[in-house]
């Protein structure tokens, strides 16, 4: 299995809790399989996110938008 932790940073989920926190996001295989506060997870490969915004979630948020007047509903 292929993980990758993503640390140190802000994230914001665009869900229905609009949750906002500083913690961390582990994925595997490409996909979120948890997320959190505190002390992460150990993963062989690690990105320090360096305090830097994360927003899972802002593409599926965007394809239904309008793009050049056009709208995708």
Do not use: Y
Not at 40 to 55: H, M, R
């Amino acid at each position: 299995m292929n993980q990758t932790l993503i640390k140190n940073i802000n994230i914001w989920t665009m869900d229905e809790r609009d949750s906002r926190f500083f913690g961390w996001i582990l994925l595997e295989n490409g996909k979120i399989t948890s997320m959190g506060e505190g002390e992460a997870p150990d993963c062989e490969s690690v990105i320090d996110g360096e305090g830097g915004v994360l927003t899972p979630g802002l593409i599926d948020i965007l394809a239904h938008r309008s793009v050049r007047g056009r709208s995708w509903l």
